[in-house]
């Protein structure tokens, strides 16, 4: 280079150490997190390692010189291909295909080239910084155009400013090394022994910026995979608090809800409880069949529904017995709600039968002052269902003695 090499090869040293720490902690980044592009960056970590060694075996050993600086041309191109293409991937998805072969074969014969058409080696490096510069400059335009720039990501934008700082200083030895070259300007040595090192440091924050990112991506995923676990939780919690047949919840929500009362809607915790019970319907169940009395259930639930406001609950509380909640509500209000349900029940039509049914209810309503109170008030609704179901059952008994009894006229 015209000058004593000694500085120059040793901030050489330095750079070439400090891009094999980094080949070896992408390598090993690799080894547990799945990213394509994290592959690629490794992949070009790894070609401008190989690349800088070799120049550096070409500065030690001169007589190796031409052999070393064609695969040092070629180790820094695929450095710059490589990064360009883990960026492209990233963004879209792209992955190297045939045509990357032929710009591979090309980049290889133009190394040889240029490694022995001249034996100024800055007159070289003007070809070799302008296509890096290049490199570098395409990698921050698919950064850019991707948008991922404009996101909050450190990383990211670091990937950014380094490869924008990269294309700049490589593109800055153009004219520099032309200008020396053509004897036009004397570079200053200090500037020339130390070149390597301004290129590690911008190389180092490239690194560092890859290594955040990729570590932002693994956060986003963990994320992600987080919030898939909570609503698939929420929805096995809805699952196993609700009834499958009836879509009304079940006695696992009451409990759960009981034990936290501050879940009761608007904070009401007064107002009454009815327990609603099937009449007869183990006849209809032996006569019509089980999925007939599955239908008579899901047709009460859906009526019990249609009486009661959209902040009170609905319960299946046991095979044919259901707990309705009431919240801010006298028992005379709650009666009178409830006690449209048998006139709607005189018809019921389920799905696939062509005779409707006549179906009844017995119900018991007893008001609560406080969560406290709510299952000693469920005792009483539930002894008020028994008392008015076995009133049903007494009258209709008497009305069947009547006419069995009933005597016979007979006319003239």
């Given at each position: 280079m015209g000058f004593d090499q000694s500085t120059s090869v040793a901030a050489l040293t330095v750079q070439c150490a400090g891009i094999i720490l980094v080949t070896i902690l992408s390598f090993l980044m690799t080894k547990s997190i799945r990213r394509e592009s994290l592959n690629y960056w490794t992949y070009a970590w790894a070609s401008l390692a190989l690349g800088l060694t070799l120049l550096l075996i070409a500065f030690r050993i001169p007589s190796l010189g031409r052999v070393a600086q064609p695969f040092y041309f070629l180790g820094e191109y695929a450095f710059g291909y490589l990064f360009w293409t883990g960026c492209s991937n990233r963004a879209t998805g792209a992955k190297l295909g045939r045509s990357s072969l032929y710009l591979g074969?090309?980049?290889?014969?133009?190394?040889?080239?240029?490694?022995?058409s001249s034996s100024n080696f800055e007159r070289k490096f003007v070809v070799h910084a302008t296509i890096m510069s290049c490199l570098f400059a395409l990698a921050f335009r698919t950064i850019r155009r991707s948008g991922a720039v404009m996101s909050r990501r450190l990383g990211m934008r670091i990937m950014w400013v380094a490869l924008l700082l990269l294309a700049l200083d490589f593109g800055h030895y153009v004219p520099l090394f032309l200008l020396t070259d053509l004897g036009?300007?004397?570079?200053?040595?200090?500037?020339?022994?130390?070149?390597?090192?301004?290129?590690?440091?911008?190389?180092?924050?490239?690194?560092?910026?890859t290594v955040m990112v990729v570590m932002d991506d693994v956060n986003g995923d963990l994320e992600a995979a987080n919030r898939e676990l909570t609503a698939a939780r929420d929805r096995l919690e809805i699952l196993a608090r609700m009834d499958p047949l009836t879509e009304a919840l079940n006695r696992h929500a009451f409990y759960s809800l009981t034990r936290e009362s501050s879940r009761f809607p608007m904070g009401v915790l007064a107002g009454c409880v009815v327990v609603v019970d099937i009449d007869d319907l183990k006849p209809i169940n032996d006569s019509i069949g089980h999925s007939a009395g599955d239908g008579v259930i899901r047709a009460v639930a859906n009526l019990i529904r249609s009486v009661i406001r959209a902040n009170d609950l609905l319960f299946r509380w046991g095979g044919d017995e259901f707990l309705v909640i009431l919240f801010g509500i006298s028992e005379a209000d709650a009666s009178s709600r409830i006690g449209r349900l048998n006139r709607s029940f005189e018809s019921i039509l389920l799905p696939g039968y062509s005779e409707a049914l006549s179906v009844s209810?017995?119900?018991?309503?007893?008001?609560?002052?406080?969560?406290?109170?709510?299952?000693?008030?469920?005792?009483?609704?539930?002894?008020q269902m028994y008392s008015s179901k076995q009133t049903r059952k007494n009258?209709?008994?008497?009305?069947?003695?009547r006419r069995s009894t009933a005597p016979l006229t007979i006319e003239d």
């Amino acid at each position: 280079m015209g000058f004593d090499q000694s500085t120059s090869v040793a901030a050489l040293t330095v750079q070439c150490a400090g891009i094999i720490l980094v080949t070896i902690l992408s390598f090993l980044m690799t080894k547990s997190i799945r990213r394509e592009s994290l592959n690629y960056w490794t992949y070009a970590w790894a070609s401008l390692a190989l690349g800088l060694t070799l120049l550096l075996i070409a500065f030690r050993i001169p007589s190796l010189g031409r052999v070393a600086q064609p695969f040092y041309f070629l180790g820094e191109y695929a450095f710059g291909y490589l990064f360009w293409t883990g960026c492209s991937n990233r963004a879209t998805g792209a992955k190297l295909g045939r045509s990357s072969l032929y710009l591979g074969v090309a980049a290889a014969v133009l190394a040889c080239v240029l490694a022995f058409s001249s034996s100024n080696f800055e007159r070289k490096f003007v070809v070799h910084a302008t296509i890096m510069s290049c490199l570098f400059a395409l990698a921050f335009r698919t950064i850019r155009r991707s948008g991922a720039v404009m996101s909050r990501r450190l990383g990211m934008r670091i990937m950014w400013v380094a490869l924008l700082l990269l294309a700049l200083d490589f593109g800055h030895y153009v004219p520099l090394f032309l200008l020396t070259d053509l004897g036009r300007i004397a570079l200053p040595i200090s500037y020339l022994q130390y070149t390597s090192i301004y290129d590690l440091i911008l190389e180092i924050l490239l690194g560092f910026g890859t290594v955040m990112v990729v570590m932002d991506d693994v956060n986003g995923d963990l994320e992600a995979a987080n919030r898939e676990l909570t609503a698939a939780r929420d929805r096995l919690e809805i699952l196993a608090r609700m009834d499958p047949l009836t879509e009304a919840l079940n006695r696992h929500a009451f409990y759960s809800l009981t034990r936290e009362s501050s879940r009761f809607p608007m904070g009401v915790l007064a107002g009454c409880v009815v327990v609603v019970d099937i009449d007869d319907l183990k006849p209809i169940n032996d006569s019509i069949g089980h999925s007939a009395g599955d239908g008579v259930i899901r047709a009460v639930a859906n009526l019990i529904r249609s009486v009661i406001r959209a902040n009170d609950l609905l319960f299946r509380w046991g095979g044919d017995e259901f707990l309705v909640i009431l919240f801010g509500i006298s028992e005379a209000d709650a009666s009178s709600r409830i006690g449209r349900l048998n006139r709607s029940f005189e018809s019921i039509l389920l799905p696939g039968y062509s005779e409707a049914l006549s179906v009844s209810v017995s119900y018991g309503v007893a008001s609560f002052g406080s969560a406290s109170q709510i299952e000693q008030a469920i005792d009483r609704a539930d002894g008020q269902m028994y008392s008015s179901k076995q009133t049903r059952k007494n009258a209709a008994a008497a009305s069947a003695t009547r006419r069995s009894t009933a005597p016979l006229t007979i006319e003239d």
